[in-house]
């Protein structure tokens, strides 16, 4: 009777560890959503003092290597892809089971969306990265379709057949990645794409938001007043706003006004940013390498000036931020060599040809 004791204690042991490491393996580790929650899982208590919600429009403009190297700020950017507002109330959730924020920054972006539900890819990476909980249970249920719910709930049967997927950046630590160490969400976009200044969509007029918009959007804020947490909604810049998209930003900010939340509308802005649209961006939706840099030092002197966010600079405990800020300036530094380099090289080559012509 010992003997099967100790046989069903093994079997079970072994199991839990390969059905452990088989979890580790396969799922999902988007950059865009789930990373960014794990990295976030490994930040001290109450550490984190500024923290940055919404989508893509907060990884891609927050520059967290410029909020700690220039400000000492210690900000965390917890988004997700095209992220629901919804979606932004349970990360807002999750984050502050752990945290105690000086303020939390959520983009806005997320509250012009007309529809009840998002893709299949970015419902997964909007919920999958929490920690099972009853809050991650209500995330995937009002992020996904009645008749899909049951799918999204076993999460085995969205990436049990990653098999042709699988690399090696699966089985190492932070991706086999340098910059996903010590990572605080931010996404470093280096292409450069010109645009033009977007032109006549600035109006006073509003647009009503959706029902399901609205109702979430009143939560973010009754959840921020119910931890006594200061709430900052912002829209960082972009290309892409028109005419019907500024009205329902008005929206946000009747809404927010009536609640005694500050919003910044930062397409109001852009002289004041310095933002350059030949230079500045790398899609319509997405500052650069430089848009980020000036975007990033204009939102954290609006954050210095209006609430009391210490320096953090030279305390040891903060040392991941030091790994971080000097990572995401090596890269740019990188970068910026090997453009210079490419351009002196064709240089030469273009002289070189015009001298052969010539002789």
Not at 21 to 34: C, L
Not at 114 to 131: A, F, P, Q, W
Not at 249 to 265: C, H, L, M, R, S
Not at 289 to 296: I, Q
Request: aromatic share 14%.
């Amino acid at each position: 009777m010992k003997n099967k004791i100790i046989k069903i204690v093994c079997f079970i042991t072994i199991f839990a560890v390969l059905f452990f490491r088989f979890e580790k393996v396969f799922n999902f580790k988007y950059g865009d959503g789930i990373y960014s929650l794990s990295c976030f899982y490994e930040e001290p208590e109450d550490s984190i003092d500024v923290l940055c919600f919404g989508s893509s429009h907060i990884f891609e403009n927050v520059n967290t290597g410029i909020l700690w190297k220039e400000y000492g700020i210690a900000d965390f950017n917890l988004c997700g892809s095209i992220q629901p507002v919804w979606n932004t109330y349970y990360y807002m959730k999750e984050a502050l089971k752990t945290q105690q924020p000086r303020v939390m920054v959520v983009d806005v972006y997320g509250t012009i969306q007309t529809e009840d539900y998002i893709d299949h890819s970015r419902i997964i990476k909007n919920n999958y990265g929490l920690k099972f909980s009853k809050d991650k249970i209500e995330s995937i249920l009002v992020s996904s379709p009645e008749e899909s719910r049951i799918d999204y709930l076993m999460e085995h049967s969205n990436y049990h057949n990653r098999y042709s997927e699988i690399t090696r950046s699966d089985f190492a630590d932070h991706l086999g990645m340098t910059n996903y160490k010590n990572w605080k969400g931010f996404g470093l976009n280096t292409a450069v794409k010109a645009f033009s200044e977007p032109k006549e969509y600035d109006t006073n007029e509003t647009a009503e938001l959706t029902d399901k918009v609205t109702e979430y959007l009143m939560k973010i804020i009754e959840l921020s007043k119910e931890k006594d947490i200061p709430l900052l909604l912002i829209k960082t810049p972009y290309c892409g706003v028109t005419l019907d998209i500024q009205k329902k930003y008005n929206k946000v900010a009747e809404i927010a006004g009536e609640n005694d939340i500050p919003f910044i509308n930062f397409n109001r802005h852009y002289k004041e940013i310095g933002i350059n649209f030949e230079t500045d961006f790398a899609d319509a939706n997405h500052m650069n390498h430089r848009g980020n840099v000036k975007f990033t030092r204009y939102l954290a002197g609006y954050l210095k000036e209006n609430y009391e966010i210490p320096d953090r600079r030279g305390d040891s405990a903060y040392g991941s931020y030091d790994f971080m800020a000097d990572n995401c300036e090596q890269r740019i530094y990188n970068l910026e060599l090997t453009q210079i380099n490419q351009t002196t090289i064709w240089k030469k080559y273009a002289e070189g040809i015009i001298l052969l012509f010539i002789a």
